[in-house]
């Protein structure tokens, strides 16, 4: 294997965007139904930490995912404030059509980057999912509403095993020059480790420039903050994140889930880089869900102020 040349402390980025995806990826798993008025005021709570983008929903059939079929309740409900994003799923044309109803001025759509995920996850190909969205894309122009992507396994795949970062470059690529603003590189089963991560980065961004470029790790094998501050180093300026670790992938046995929020946000305040989050206020609206939820915490971090206590609220839920 070459040796690795020493990366420059001068690719740092000044400050990192956090694009919180607790509310759709965190929750859209869970197998108990949250009440809407728990995942609005959640979101509220979020919209409060200096975040400047918390993804909403997504607007996809119940039948998928019922644990989101009050997405246009949650979204007409929660307070949206100034300087905060709130982007929504969309899988297809009548997705994006239910979005734009509620209100929606930013959306996402996804493919994968291994064929066979795809085909078992959305019943597609990675060019026939692609195909569907050119008319969301299409609606998005014509609403002025902005368009992002997700890539998942991009480092590796529960069926095809290891993913080369040259089949993820292509599909970037071309989702950019379809419309889509920026590209969020999954690791959906969370196998990549940061050599690995980095060379991904340097890969895609051979077609992609950095500035489009979100990285999205999930902690199965501890190594989401490694592979963050791996890909930060060359650059890359856009971490999507979960409080408290809310969320994982149901083909990942035992995944602990997304890399917690309030961690990244600490390595990164750690290192001189500007997020703009409150970290108190971000540990406790994840304290908030996760006693809603009726369990610890999952984060380290959200742990040590476990104690600390909340407002007593009616969840529906037992609380620990």
Known sequence: MAKQSAVP??????????VEVGPRDGLQNEARSVPADVKIEF?????????EVVETTSFVSPRWIPQL????????????????AYPVLVPNVAGMERALAAGAREVAVFTAASETFNRKNINASIAESIDRFEPVLEMAK?????????????L???????????AVAPIAERLIAMGCYEISLGDTIGVGTPLAARRLVQVVQESVDISQLAVHFHDTRGQALANILACVEIGVAVVDASVTGLG????ANGAPGNVATEEV??????MGIETGVDLDTLVDAGLYISEALG??????LAKLQQDKPSPDVDTGFNKF
Not at 248 to 251: A, D, E, H, I
């Open 9 to 18: 402390f001068s690719a740092l980025p000044e400050r990192v965007r956090i």
């Open 43 to 51: 979101i509220n709570r979020l919209s409060k930490t200096g975040l």
């Open 69 to 84: 079929a009050d997405a246009d309740e949650v979204f007409r409900g929660i307070d949206k404030a100034d300087g905060v």
């Open 142 to 154: 014509a609403n002025d509403v902005r368009v992002r992507a997700y890539i998942s396994c991009v």
């Open 156 to 166: 590796g795949c529960p069926y095809e095993g290891d993913i080369k970062p040259e």
């Open 248 to 251: 994982g992938c149901p083909y």
């Open 265 to 270: 946000v600490y390595m990164l305040n750690g």
């Open 295 to 300: 369990r610890l915490p999952t984060s380290d």
